[in-house]
């Protein structure tokens, strides 16, 4: 298919559009009519994660190319070739016209069109929007994010990210510092004012990346080269790649920055690298060369440690040294007066001065946060640390090209980079005000006494007020100045709320007060449920503006007299003083859970995140501020777990709770480093008996607490993040177990498997899946991966899809229980439904469950799912799912969960039934 890209005047909008470019071009006030869209078009594009909205999916045609956005996502995923069916409205879009409310069919496969190469300055004039086009460059860096990774290319004209959706198997990391060209759909970054911001790359896949010059194998084994040659000219140079760089680390912020010096030269380079290094280590870098602030520097690099240990000192300077550049990226040390603290600058920033120069200094957050609060005003400290000098951009370009350095800082390594070398003089101007008062005092006592002993007094008395009101004046400056910094110790910056220092000063004297009159105090803790989430999407800044409207609205409902305080991140407190029950507290809870559950609006778009919260109450729940909090944190961590965007008031039995669940913690810890977990294996039957496989059963026996029940260390392994580890333990077991049984028996049964919705959220699941099958020898076809109804429902998309490709099969465990209804079962990647023992139960005895039961089965069976009934335990409930139709029965009537000894024995000898071969197996004992 030959993609032509017209470039003319836009063409007049026929009652139906049919074509891509016509969709495209529409003027915004025009696509905002929805006028009805049909098109076919090839798919180059589809990706249902990198946008929280709705899916991305680029086509294009022969006129050109248009964004699509759906209405939903489809069961099976579109590929890229796949020819399609468009229907939908035109819509002016995020930043272009695109296609809305569009539902795509597929009708048969097309050829991609041809991409016509483009630059990042063509990029960036919108032209080329939406549209298929190869660019052309070297890869600095690959970064995964969720489903998707990007590449970070450098091109002739500028970077660009270049982003897919990650399938595993799929070799990125190799492309890094090799040039190449990739074709894809070119997409704007905008603001929600529809104004392009930035532009970026979408490509469908590895298959579209051509390879011009591969990456070295081995970039550390490249000739070192010196730091004094970075950015030298050299002929013909189109490209930048990598360069090895050797040298002494003279500063590390992990996760940000290296610095190193070669002989008397000094680099800092640009690192994700979190390896612990100290000063004075030997290193070898590799890195991106790039343009420095003043001197070059290294982007996306990597280090290691070449082992040997040479610590520099630092070179004495003055700050008019350190000022004309000579020392820029060196380690240095210089003294300077602190003049106060820099409260604007993204890090944690004091500001010095030395002779007639003023020079910030940055240090690690953990540092200067402890350490600045004892360094007063005026006094000389000693710096040490790595000097970064600024030039001035406008005189380099603009005059003969040289860089002018136009301020420096001192960017610390740790808190013995600052030493105190004279304190300041007690003669400071907040003393002076003090000694002027006492001085006012003195003036006004000898005039009370001239009074007395002169008659004309008018004279005196009118001086006598004019002194006391300089006085009165300066007292209330000093009084104001004290307030301030009162109010500023006490109050969040960002939400103008009390903080966590003034939070427990109030806690104490409210629980006091309360003692005293025989009254109650009720505690609120409260945080945000999806906050983690819309931060981490959008940015912090639109975090801190969700934050600020939350405290707006906390603070509209905050009953009379109670203390509101932010006491980080999305947390905050009510302290209720003279609250007079706990129904009392429970209805201010209310009130904040109506107030938060209104959406936000955050850069226009309007964004759901409820509160939690956790109520206790004093004197009846605790009588001392520190177990009032963790008993109120306790009713929090249980409201989000069970009830989240609701109020959970606190009782007894979570207190014995949580201490059962640090007991049951310490066990399964435990068990990870010593063993402790076993399987124990589930028969299921047809319903006339005949064995058809095994559910595997994870369970814990603690050499402290014995056996433990899967009902609780299930939830606490999930809660501390041990249940990765353990599911796949679990997995890589039952698949040895059955291949061990199949070469000892010769027989083929189905091994089910359950999996936490935990493990599927992380990326690798699938390809851990694959490698467990690979080293055990499983077949994929037997294996059966079991999720709950809310898992299957809420991952539908997460690898789910995947793991049918390799064979695997799928089943929703405890059918009927969770969020989803009947009618949204068709949207599930699942191949068996088990029917949850609640149903089962009453399956006899109960009218109306039987008939849900036929329901249920028929659905499936249309489906084409198979259905398991759980939880058999009685003749009549067997006799019941017999004639409601299900495929397959389990439970205690039929068979207990066995060994994997006396599974075996059932195995090899068909005819035992589950209680003869337990018995059989006992008897060997």
């Known amino acids: 298919m030959l993609l032509a890209m017209p470039h003319t005047a836009q063409a007049t909008v026929p009652p139906t559009i049919t074509t891509a470019w016509a969709a495209h071009q529409l003027p915004l006030k025009e696509a905002a009519r929805a006028f009805p869209v049909r098109l076919r078009a090839v798919v180059v594009y589809y990706d249902p994660y990198i946008d929280l909205r709705r899916p991305a999916l680029f086509v294009c045609d022969s006129s050109g190319c248009v964004f699509v956005a759906l209405t939903s996502t489809p069961k099976i995923p579109l590929r890229a070739g796949e020819l399609v069916e468009v229907t939908g409205v035109s819509g002016p879009g995020d930043f272009a016209p695109i296609v809305e409310r569009a539902k795509a069919y597929p009708v048969g496969e097309a050829p991609l069109p041809h991409a016509p190469q483009t630059t990042m300055t063509m990029m960036l004039t919108g032209a080329d929007d939406g549209q298929w086009v190869e660019i052309e460059g070297v890869v600095r860096s ?105 040298g002494t680390v003279t500063l590390l912020w992990p996760g940000r920055l290296l610095c190193v010096q070669d002989g008397a030269r000094g680099l800092c380079a640009q690192t994700d690298q979190n390896t612990p290094l100290r000063p004075g280590d030997l290193v070898d870098v590799i890195g991106f060369p790039n343009v420095g602030e003043f001197t070059p520097t290294l982007t996306n690099a990597t280090f290691k440690a070449t082992g040997g240990w040479h610590p520099l000192p630092p070179a004495r300077v003055t700050a008019a040294d350190a000022f004309r550049g000579d020392h ?134 009118a001086r006598l007020t004019l002194e006391i009101g300089e006085r009165q004046r300066a007292e209330d400056a000093t009084r104001y100045a004290l307030d301030q910094m009162d109010y500023q110790a006490h109050h969040d910056p960002l939400t103008s709320l009390a903080n966590r220092l003034y939070f427990n000063r109030s806690i104490r004297e409210s629980l006091a007060l309360a003692e005293k009159n025989g009254s109650n105090v009720g505690l609120l803790y409260m945080d945000l449920d999806r906050f983690k989430s819309i ?75 409820p509160a939690s919260i956790g109520l206790s109450l004093f004197p009846e729940d605790a009588r001392s501020a520190a177990v009032l909090q963790r008993n109120a944190d306790t009713a929090l961590y249980r409201a989000k777990r069970t009830a989240p965007g609701q109020f959970i008031s606190f009782h007894l039995s979570m207190s014995e709770q949580a201490e059962r669940s640090v007991l049951v ?52 392994a999930e809660d501390i993040g041990l249940i990765v580890p353990m599911g796949e333990w679990a997995l890589r077991e039952a698949c040895r177990q059955h291949t061990a049984w199949a070469q000892e028996t010769d027989t083929v049964v189905s091994m089910a498997v359950n999996v936490s919705p935990i493990q599927l959220k992380r990326g690798h699941f699938p390809a851990m899946v694959r490698n467990v099958l690979a080293q055990t020898g499983m077949r994929a076809s037997l294996l059966e991966l079991e999720l709950t109804e809310t898992g299957i429902f809420a991952n539908a998309h997460d690898g789910l899809l995947e793991l049918k490709a390799l064979g695997i099969r799928i089943s929703v465990d405890d059918f009927g229980t969770g969020f989803s209804s009947l009618n949204c079962l068709h949207r599930a990647p ?96």
Not at 224 to 232: E, K, M, N, Q, T
Not at 381 to 401: E, F, K, M, N, R
Not at 584 to 608: I, L, S, Y
Request: glycine residues 8%.
């Open 535 to 609: 931060n981490d999407s959008l940015g912090h800044a639109a975090g801190d503006d969700l934050l600020k409207q939350a405290a707006e609205r906390l603070t509209r409902v905050s009953p009379p007299d109670s203390v509101l305080s932010r006491l980080g991140g999305d947390e905050f407190a009510f302290i209720l003083p003279g609250t007079k029950s706990r129904s009392h507290a429970e209805q201010a809870a209310q009130c904040v859970v109506e107030a938060m559950a209104t959406p936000f609006v955050v850069d226009g778009v309007p964004w759901h995140c």
């Open 142 to 246: 690959i970064k995964e994010s969720g489903k998707n990774v990007f590449l970070n290319l450098a091109m002739s004209d500028g970077n660009i990210s270049a982003g897919t959706v990650n399938v595993p198997g799929s070799d990125y990391a190799s492309l890094v510092d090799a040039k190449i060209r990739v074709r894809g759909s070119t997409a704007p970054t905008f603001n929600h004012q529809q104004q392009m911001t930035g532009a970026h790359l979408l490509f469908p896949g590895r298959e579209q990346i051509t390879i011009e010059e591969p990456a070295p194998a081995s970039p550390f084994d490249a000739p070192v080269a010196p730091v004094g040659g970075l950015l030298r000219y050299t002929a013909n140079t189109a490209f930048r790649h990598r360069v090895h760089i050797r």
């Open 665 to 716: 913690e310490k066990a399964l810890r435990r068990a990870v480093e010593k063993g402790g977990f076993w399987l124990a294996y589930q028969p299921q039957f047809t319903p006339a008996g005949v064995l058809h496989g095994f559910e595997a059963l994870l369970r814990l026996t603690d050499e402290v607490l014995g056996p433990v029940s899967p009902g609780e260390f299930i939830s606490v």
């Open 328 to 461: 820029d990226a060196q380690l240095v040390v210089l003294d300077g007066k602190l003049i106060g603290e820099d409260k604007a600058a993204e890090d944690p920033t004091i500001m010095l001065s030395s002779g007639g120069v003023i020079f910030s200094v940055v240090g690690p957050r953990q540092l200067l946060e402890k350490s600045a609060p004892a360094w007063e005003a005026g006094s000389t400290l000693q710096i040490t640390g790595i000097c970064s000098v600024q030039a001035d951009p406008d005189h380099g370009s603009q005059g003969a090209g040289f860089s002018i350095p136009i301020s420096f800082r001192i960017m610390l390594r740790g808190p013995a980079d600052v030493a105190v070398v004279h304190k300041p003089s007690w003669w400071t101007a907040a003393h002076a005000l003090w000694v002027l008062v006492l001085a006012l005092v003195v003036i006004v006592l000898a005039a009370v006494a001239l009074f007395e002993q002169v008659r004309d007094g008018r004279r005196t008395a």
């Open 830 to 925: 699942v191949d068996c439904v088990k029917i949850d023992r609640s149903f089962v139960r009453d399956a006899a005895s109960t009218p109306g469950t039987l008939p849900f039961i036929r329901t249920i089965v028929s659905l499936a069976r249309s489906l084409g799912m198979k259905t398991v009934a759980e939880g058999v335990e009685t003749a009549g409930q067997l006799e019941a799912v017999k004639s409601a139709g299900c495929d397959f029965v389990q439970g205690y009537f039929l068979s207990y969960p066995l060994k994997a000894s006396v599974a075996g024995i059932m195995l090899r000898d068909r005819a035992v039934t589950p209680r003869e071969a337990w018995q059989f197996e006992a008897s060997i004992v």
